[in-house]
């Protein structure tokens, strides 16, 4: 994960039928991740959305400090 994208750890997540999901946006507060979301369930009200905190630790990384 890039130092960019960690400054904006928030990120709106859109949940799609069979497991799928697709990255809306990210986002530097809780706040601003949640209006955002509040935007989106107006203009799409059957859409699914949900707000995760993401830690930024990649696969590769965690796989090593386990070893």
């Keep these: 994960m890039t130092y960019s994208q960690r400054l904006y ?4 997540v859109r949940l799609l039928p069979m497991m799928q ?3 809306v946006g990210r ?3 809780r ?6 979301m509040q935007a ?3 203009l ?7 707000i995760v905190f993401d830690i930024g630790q990649d696969i590769e990384e965690g796989s090593e400090e386990t070893e």
């Design 31 to 36: 706040s601003d991740a949640e209006g955002h």
């Design 21 to 23: 999901r697709v990255l």
């Design 44 to 50: 799409m009200p059957d859409g699914k959305f949900i």
């Design 40 to 42: 989106l369930k107006r």
């Design 27 to 29: 986002f530097r507060n």
């Design 9 to 12: 750890p928030w990120a709106v």
